[in-house]
Nanobody
Framework: VQLQESGGGSVQSGGSLRLSCAAS????????MGWFRQAPGKARERVAT???????TYPESVKGRFTISRDNSKKTLFLQMNSLKPEDTAVYYC????????????????RGQGTQVTVSS
C-alpha cells in the first residue's frame, strides 16, 4: 500500500484546510484508515480514524472541527479541518493497516510522507 497526502499549507487561526490522501495498492476490507499528526517535540497523535466497519472516531482535541471521509472505492481519504488553531500545527500523515495493528503503540505500517499544516495566530 502506498499513500500520498496533499492539501497542506498555511492558514490563519479560524481558517480551513482540506487534506487528501490517495491510496494505491491493495486496501484490505479489514483495514482501519485515518490521519495522524506530529508536531515538533510532541508525540504522534491520531486525529481521525475510520475503522473496518465504517465507524469514525476523533480525539477530543479535534472533535467538532475535523471531519474524515473517503470515497466509495476506499482509495481516497479526506480530512476537512475547520476552525483551525495554532495548536493544530503539525505534519499530518495518512495511514492504513489492519485495525489490530493500527491501534498499537507502533501504529500502522502503511503511512504517507506527510503534509505540513501551519496555523498562525
Amino acid at each position: 500500500v502506498q499513500l500520498q497526502e496533499s492539501g497542506g499549507g498555511s492558514v490563519q487561526s479560524g481558517g480551513s484546510l482540506r487534506l487528501s490522501c490517495a491510496a494505491s495498492g491493495y486496501i484490505d476490507s479489514s483495514y482501519c484508515m485515518g490521519w495522524f499528526r506530529q508536531a515538533p517535540g510532541k508525540a504522534r497523535e491520531r486525529v481521525a480514524t475510520i475503522d473496518s466497519d465504517g465507524d469514525i472516531t476523533y480525539p477530543e482535541s479535534v472533535k467538532g472541527r475535523f471531519t474524515i471521509s473517503r470515497d466509495n472505492s476506499k482509495k481516497t481519504l479526506f480530512l476537512q479541518m475547520n476552525s483551525l488553531k495554532p495548536e493544530d500545527t503539525a505534519v499530518y500523515y495518512c495511514a492504513a493497516d489492519f485495525c489490530l495493528r493500527y491501534y498499537t503503540n507502533n501504529g500502522p505500517n502503511f503511512r504517507g510522507q506527510g503534509t505540513q499544516v501551519t496555523v498562525s495566530s
